[in-house]
């Protein structure tokens, strides 16, 4: 964590210092995880629309014409953006095979 906070200028080291003060309350920088400063990131530099529109593409995605590794990049691309609704393993893994070509092609013969 260190090493990040060292490389923050600016604009970014202000955010910082009042995050650490607001958010993280003052904690050793040793205390604070890398997953918590990218929560707070996120929170404060990406707006709720444009997780909301993320959130909305990654419900509507599915494989179709790509290749698997092209969907799995777009999967995990929007995915990162909304952690709620996929925060365990067992989650992402449930959501990325509902919207494949053979998963769907299964449901369909259901």
Known sequence: MPLTVVAL????????????????????????????????????????????????????????GMIVTEYESNFFSLAHYVPDIMSTEEQKCYHFRKSTRFYQGIARTL
Do not use: Y
Request: with cysteine.
């Open 9 to 64: 200028d600016d604009d970014a080291s202000n955010w910082w210092k009042s995050q650490k003060r607001l958010r993280f309350n003052n904690r050793p920088l040793t205390d604070i995880m890398w997953a918590e400063l990218c929560i707070a990131f996120r929170d404060w530099f990406v707006p709720e629309s444009a997780r909301n529109k993320m959130r909305n593409k990654l419900n509507h995605l599915g494989q179709q």
